[in-house]
């Protein structure tokens, strides 16, 4: 079993910065890619930044491209998603989510952290 714990949401101003922390335990399935998602209010849950077990090989959406940065350090089993720059319409739920390695989908989930950019 897989468990995702997000932390570092919260309340910001437009044009402030955060960052998010998702810690993986449990039975992580060896080279697991990470990526993070978000719900805003009134719509789909959509694919924010991904990054690859190496974190060599990032993908962002082009609306975060430019002021997200997604990163990860094995040794902690944690996966890092620096927001800047933020805007009103990035307020959301934050999802980190797990995809075990050898597969193309995410099939772990976290529970969420919200983050609420005021104009």
């Known amino acids: 079993q897989v468990q995702l714990v997000e932390s570092g949401g919260g309340l910001v101003q437009a044009g402030g910065s955060l960052r998010l922390s998702c810690a993986a335990s449990?039975?992580?399935?060896?080279?697991?890619?990470m990526g993070w998602f978000r719900q805003p209010p009134g719509k789909e849950r959509e694919f924010v930044a991904a990054?690859?077990?190496?974190?060599?090989?990032?993908y962002k959406a082009d609306s975060v491209k430019g002021r997200f940065t997604i990163s990860r350090d094995n040794a902690k089993n944690t996966v890092y998603l620096q927001m800047n720059s933020l805007k009103p319409e990035d307020t959301a739920v934050y999802y980190c989510?797990?995809?075990?390695?050898?597969?193309?989908?995410?099939?772990?989930w976290g529970q969420g952290t919200q983050v609420t950019v005021s104009s």
């Open positions: 989510a797990l995809r075990p390695g050898g597969t193309v989908s995410y099939d772990y």
């Open positions: 449990g039975r992580t399935f060896g080279r697991y890619g």
């Open positions: 990054i690859s077990w190496s974190g060599g090989v990032t």
